[in-house]
């Protein structure tokens, strides 16, 4: 029960709805999604044989408007971790001030084992399978865990095949020329390497010479490194699933985005120097978790060696672990706050579809600096007022506006 992250989730949506002033009823909607679809995916793979694939989606709320969340493809998606996910993509909607509920969606699989052509043929079949329930105007799907824009443009596809007209509002995080937007690929990282810089202000450290550790080489973490290197701060450790490197002046960033793979690997090529673990504990002014769930826990949260910790990937740290950080005075930019980069920008590509003209990048990149920037000193005042962590500060900013949707309808 201690990591699980759906149990924790709806302990501090609980927290956060009791502080806001809420009862019994708010609480038993918002801490469970309204709708979860469970679907089997029949794939015929390149050796002609039938694989059945398991596939969720969940629409946490939809009092605020469609739901809106990312498709993961990854061999350990389980139904709670997708319902979580759910939940906590309505909480960065809310903290960013998007028109949102949260959605999340995952398939069960390794897409490092399945050729181009049986992940095309998985994309378009999950689109077939949950076609019911999702649409621009109802659930709108994105990129996560291992699904980018390639993934995005057979499942805009294979939807606009199913209803006959072209749609590129169902899905953000397209392709360019398929109606994506600028700057949606870099989204996290920009926002992350935004919410950087607010933290190391508050500390008092300058940017340029900051010793960061990026847990993760995917698709945050790498931009992430590219970013924090052009401007001057020492990315000194970095991690994929194979092992980490470290080098206390800095590491070579430039050289290791040439050398990684699409799937984010690059340590294998490389003479480890420390372990994934070791890497949480570097001494070092800002660590970002950027991989997984549950990687600073209450066996390792006591010896984190940095002042402030920015998660990048969505519940790196489980709730015990956020008692002790806080405790120690390590500044902790939570999750929902923190990657909201991601969906603010798929916004901006659903507006963008949706009137038909396109910004161009600064338009984005301003557009997102002022959401984030907001975001932050929403959290942060909330944290400071109220006497509350920062990710219950985050979670009662980010609960807020759809607690009054629901009241607004009398759905409770
Ligand atoms: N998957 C990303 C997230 O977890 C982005 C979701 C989106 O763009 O809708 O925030």
Not at 130 to 154: E, F, L, R, Y
């Amino acid at each position: 029960m201690m990591n699980d992250v759906l149990h924790s989730t709806q302990v501090v949506i609980e927290q956060a709805l009791r502080r806001l002033g809420y009862g019994d009823d708010m609480i038993e909607l918002l801490k469970e999604p309204i709708r979860l679809l469970t679907v089997r995916i029949p794939v015929r793979m390149d050796d002609g044989t039938t694989k059945v694939f398991t596939g969720y989606r969940s629409q946490h709320n939809d009092a605020v408007g469609p739901t809106k969340g990312g498709v993961r493809f990854h061999p350990a998606v389980t139904e709670k971790e997708v319902k979580a996910l759910s939940i906590w993509m309505s909480l960065k909607c809310g903290i960013a001030d998007l028109p949102y509920g949260g959605g999340k969606g995952g398939v069960i699989c390794d897409p490092r084992k399945m050729s181009f052509r049986e992940l095309e043929r998985l994309s378009r079949g999950y689109v077939r399978a949950v076609s019911q329930i999702v649409g621009p105007t109802k659930d709108i799907p994105a990129p996560d865990v291992m699904t980018n824009s390639q993934i995005m443009a057979w499942m805009l596809d294979e939807y606009s095949r199913i209803r006959e007209f072209d749609s590129p509002g169902f899905i953000t995080g397209k392709p360019i020329v398929l109606g994506g937007s600028k700057g949606r690929e870099t989204a996290t990282a920009r926002g992350v390497v935004i919410m950087i810089h607010e933290a190391l202000r508050l500390k008092g450290i300058p940017l340029e010479g900051a010793r960061i550790v990026i847990q993760g080489f995917g698709n945050a973490g790498s931009y992430l490194a590219k970013f924090l290197h052009e401007s001057g701060a020492a990315v000194i450790g970095i991690s994929d699933v194979n092992g980490a490197l470290y080098n206390k002046e800095g590491l070579d960033i430039p050289h290791l985005l040439d050398r990684r793979d699409s799937f984010g690997n690059v340590t294998n090529l490389f003479p480890k120097t420390i372990t994934n673990e070791e890497l949480l504990e570097l001494p070092c002014d800002v660590l970002v978790p950027a991989a997984i769930e549950n990687q600073i826990t209450e066996a390792n949260a006591a010896r984190i060696g940095a002042s402030i910790i920015v998660e990048a990937a969505n519940g790196p740290t489980t709730l015990e672990a956020t008692r002790i950080v806080t405790e120690r005075g390590i500044l902790l930019v939570p999750d929902v706050l923190a990657s909201a980069g991601g969906v603010i920008v798929s916004y901006f590509e659903w507006v963008q579809n949706n009137q038909g003209y396109y910004w161009d990048e600064s338009e984005i990149d301003n557009k997102l600096k002022l959401m984030m920037i907001r975001g932050f000193e929403n959290v942060y005042e909330i944290h400071q007022t109220r006497k509350v962590d920062m990710r219950l500060a985050a979670y009662m900013s980010g609960v807020r506006k759809m607690a009054e949707a629901v009241r607004f309808r009398g759905w409770v």
